[in-house]
């Protein structure tokens, strides 16, 4: 570890804490890893692919930052328990989360043309899963007193942004989840925050980008800013809602959007 990166890590912005995050092993989760593990937190690591994780907490290791990973399905309660067991076991705290898993679906198209089994896995990993998340993360904050979470929202949790229906209603929900856990449990000390993330550079929409051209103006085309976001750009909003600069906010809804939602 060099005096730079030694320095960071001791006086960074989560020096001294341990964050879960989710969908860690690409895009936004993954940008977040590395940015939490370079202000100074320990990290744990969920996603369902073994590999990559171990490479990330390799890299934030070798990096001198401190990373355990928790491979797992958020859509699963005894996945997530597990992950904040980890935090606990490894780490000995939680002090915050970015409940991050997110799934589109597989297919674009009008409500009536989308296959059943999309609008299940839309609902389990975005709305099961961020409710197992609160659920377990929640009890450990209890006992310590204080805590702070991130739910990765979506622009499509306010509007109509041409998302599939499921995921639009989805992410309308964990906006009510977030709502609802912030004013039971801000007299405790916990606060719960979304980002409301307009489209991003992740593997899913790069996928989607080169299946088919077009979308990638079509992604922006409502947006001030016409491009879309990098994954770091997400992470550097979830950063600040963990950390104790945003200490009044509380059930919030930070835009990280491009301006689709001023329009």
């Given at each position: 570890?060099?005096?730079?990166?030694?320095?960071?890590h001791n006086?960074g912005l989560l020096?001294?804490?341990?964050?879960?995050?989710?969908?860690a092993s690409?895009g936004i989760?993954?940008?977040?890893?590395?940015?939490?593990?370079?202000?100074?937190a320990a990290?744990?690591?969920?996603?369902?692919?073994?590999?990559?994780?171990?490479?990330?907490?390799?890299e934030i290791?070798?990096?001198?930052?401190?990373?355990a990973?928790?491979?797992?399905?958020v859509?699963?309660a005894?996945?997530?328990e597990?992950?904040?067991?980890?935090?606990?076991?490894?780490f000995g705290?939680?002090?915050?989360?970015?409940?991050?898993?997110?799934?589109?679906?597989?297919?674009?198209g009008?409500?009536?043309?989308?296959?059943?089994?999309?609008?299940?896995?839309?609902?389990?990993?975005?709305v099961?899963?961020?409710w197992?998340?609160?659920r377990?993360?929640?009890?450990?904050m209890?006992?310590?007193g204080?805590?702070?979470?991130?739910?990765?929202?979506s622009?499509a949790?306010?509007?109509?942004?041409?998302a599939?229906?499921?995921?639009?209603?989805?992410?309308?929900?964990?906006?009510?989840l977030?709502?609802?856990?912030?004013?039971?449990y801000g007299?405790?000390?916990?606060?719960?925050n979304s980002?409301?993330?307009g489209?991003?550079?992740?593997?899913m929409?790069?996928?989607a980008?080169?299946?088919?051209?077009a979308?990638?103006?079509?992604f922006?085309?409502?947006?001030?800013?016409?491009?879309?976001a990098?994954?770091?750009?997400v992470?550097e909003a979830a950063?600040?809602l963990?950390?104790?600069r945003s200490?009044?906010a509380t059930?919030s809804?930070?835009?990280?959007?491009?301006?689709?939602?001023?329009?």
């Amino acid at each position: 570890m060099n005096d730079r990166t030694s320095s960071a890590h001791n006086t960074g912005l989560l020096t001294g804490r341990t964050v879960m995050i989710t969908g860690a092993s690409s895009g936004i989760g993954e940008a977040a890893a590395r940015l939490f593990a370079s202000e100074g937190a320990a990290v744990v690591l969920m996603a369902r692919r073994e590999d990559r994780l171990k490479d990330l907490a390799h890299e934030i290791e070798t990096s001198g930052g401190q990373a355990a990973c928790s491979v797992g399905d958020v859509a699963r309660a005894d996945d997530v328990e597990r992950a904040v067991a980890t935090a606990v076991e490894r780490f000995g705290r939680l002090d915050g989360a970015f409940n991050n898993a997110g799934y589109a679906g597989s297919a674009f198209g009008r409500s009536h043309e989308l296959p059943e089994e999309d609008f299940d896995r839309i609902m389990d990993v975005n709305v099961r899963g961020t409710w197992n998340c609160l659920r377990r993360q929640i009890p450990v904050m209890l006992d310590a007193g204080h805590g702070a979470i991130v739910n990765t929202a979506s622009s499509a949790g306010l509007i109509a942004t041409g998302a599939p229906s499921p995921y639009v209603a989805a992410k309308h929900a964990v906006l009510g989840l977030t709502k609802a856990t912030a004013a039971e449990y801000g007299a405790y000390g916990i606060r719960v925050n979304s980002l409301v993330v307009g489209t991003t550079r992740t593997e899913m929409i790069n996928a989607a980008v080169a299946a088919n051209p077009a979308l990638e103006e079509v992604f922006v085309a409502r947006q001030i800013q016409k491009r879309m976001a990098e994954p770091q750009e997400v992470a550097e909003a979830a950063l600040w809602l963990l950390s104790d600069r945003s200490s009044f906010a509380t059930g919030s809804h930070v835009a990280v959007d491009g301006g689709i939602l001023a329009i």
